[in-house]
């Protein structure tokens, strides 16, 4: 019996200003995993020659397996390497998710800085005190 390896997980990904906005939805698998990678280095393509932001809703997110930590490893050294300075992620408190977030993607590295946020006011308030509007 063949086995196909089925994605698992969704997003949805749009350009506002200089912000990358993205929408997750599911338990992701790897296949999950490198197609965001995938569309995402698309998406921020037209923003790599600027200094761009990320704004991510993780509340419809059902965490992933461990093997999508180097994916996403690897598409967060591309996203630094390539302009990205703020990233906001939006979900309600979950210990879960913020430890397994936090075991992908740094705080703080150079000039970028990640936060979480519990409301998409205050996330959106914290990149347009950075210089990124998202409206």
Known sequence: MQQTNIRH???DLKVVNHVLVARLRGSWNEEAALAYENAFMTAAKPLTD???AHLVYLDDWDLGV???VP??????GWCIDNGLRRSAQVYSPSMLKRYQLDSMVVEEFGDFQRRAFEQE???KNWLLSEGFSVD
């Open 9 to 11: 997980g969704d997003f």
């Open 50 to 52: 600027i200094e761009w």
């Open 66 to 68: 461990p093997e999508i």
């Open 71 to 76: 994916v996403v490893e690897r598409l967060v």
């Open 121 to 123: 006011g205050a996330a």
